[in-house]
């Protein structure tokens, strides 16, 4: 089975808008606007960003033709507890509900209608972490890798999801990311984000659903 590697560092300066990347800020067409989502207080929190993939960057990889040819996907979720944010609860330790992971998909590659977002904290300083840009490697994945990767098997799942079913869209690893920040996924797992696999050929991402895997 095919799955696309994402290998991902640090560059000087910043990457274009429109550029595949984890981390930093979204680059969002004008008519999105940066996912929200109620704690329980009932007040509004901004989803943590974790990454945009240009599908026109990732076509040549994609070598069974599973993803968009073009547009953006983009991938969001409630990580902060993961990044080391102890004052937020954990969100779960499999199957994590509807709205924990957010997935966006915008269908066109006109980037001169997007603009970067982003979010800054009491003292106007931004609050992401720095943008890793994007390089794309096919591999032939038999679900035995631990890396970041879009599509391929999940190195590990519950016997009780069908991946007749269930395509696994993004397989995110744990990671030390740079200096400051460590994103650990309960005993170095990873977060899968599975998509119905009806879905996928449509493509629709809204039931994009998350399991916490670990060994």
């Known amino acids: 089975m095919n799955a696309i590697k994402l290998i991902h560092h640090v560059v000087e300066g910043e990457l274009n808008i429109g550029e595949s990347k ?7 067409p004008h008519s999105f606007d940066f996912p929200v989502y109620k704690d329980e207080e009932g007040d509004k929190v901004h989803y943590t960003f974790i990454g945009q993939i240009n599908c026109t960057q990732a076509a040549p990889y994609d070598k ?3 993803l968009p040819k073009e547009g953006m996907l983009y991938f969001f979720g409630k ?3 993961y ?3 102890l004052l937020c609860d954990p969100v779960g330790d499999a199957f994590w509900n509807p709205g924990d ?5 915008y269908p066109r590659n006109d980037y001169e209608n997007f603009e970067r977002v982003v979010l800054i904290d009491d003292d106007d300083n931004p609050i992401s972490i720095r943008e890793h840009k994007i390089d794309f490697e096919a591999v032939e994945d ?3 890798e631990y890396d970041t990767k879009l599509l391929g098997l999940p190195a590990y799942l519950a016997d009780d999801v069908d991946l ?6 993004l397989q995110l690893d744990s990671d030390d990311i740079d200096d400051e920040h460590t994103l650990n996924f309960m005993d170095w797992g990873q977060l899968l984000f599975l998509i119905p696999t009806a879905d996928l050929e449509r493509p629709s991402f809204k039931n994009v659903i998350a399991y916490l895997a670990s060994s």
């Open 22 to 28: 984890l981390w930093g800020d979204p680059d969002l």
């Open 64 to 66: 069974e033709n599973r």
């Open 79 to 81: 990580i902060e507890y």
């Open 83 to 85: 990044l080391g944010d």
């Open 101 to 105: 992971v957010k997935v966006l998909y």
């Open 142 to 144: 038999q679900g035995s």
């Open 164 to 169: 007749d079913k269930y395509t696994l869209l």
